[in-house]
């Protein structure tokens, strides 16, 4: 199975560039993971397939710990998608016809950020998803 961060444009920031690449070469000794940016709402419609599963990460969605968040993440891995594409909307969020498309809404924070630190933010919330699944020392509960 393959997770999919799928985006609406390029990532332009230089730490969030760092941070999405660090991220991505920690997630991928757990998972095949890729961030795929879009150019608009339209591409970002289209380039879902049959078979995935698809979660929007949203400021409206449900709001998870970490380690929820892992138990949801292994709930979704076992249902059995080809992919599992996580979305991150563009300054507009979603329409309406996206977010029907959608099997859940995740909310990273009741604050708003800016589109390219989520992504970061996102990237680093998977890989200690994982590292909780896995029962790895970089998660600690406090």
Not at 36 to 63: C, F, I, N, S, T
Not at 88 to 98: I, L
């Amino acid at each position: 199975m393959e997770i999919i961060l799928l985006v609406v444009g390029a990532t332009q920031v230089g730490y969030a560039k760092d941070g999405i690449a660090d991220f991505s070469k920690r997630l991928n000794h757990y998972t095949r993971f890729r961030v795929e940016a879009v150019r608009d709402r339209a591409a970002q419609r289209a380039y879902l397939k049959p078979g995935d599963l698809l979660v929007l990460l949203d400021e409206r969605g449900q709001h998870l710990k970490s380690i929820e968040f892992a138990d949801r993440l292994q709930k979704w891995m076992n249902s059995g998608p080809k992919r599992l594409v996580f979305a991150v909307g563009d300054a507009y969020g979603f329409d309406s016809e996206f977010r029907a498309m959608a099997q859940f809404e995740l909310a990273l924070s009741h604050m708003t950020f800016p589109h390219d630190l989520v992504r970061v933010l996102f990237a680093e919330q998977l890989y200690r998803a994982f590292s909780i699944l896995r029962n790895e020392p970089y998660h600690h509960e406090g």
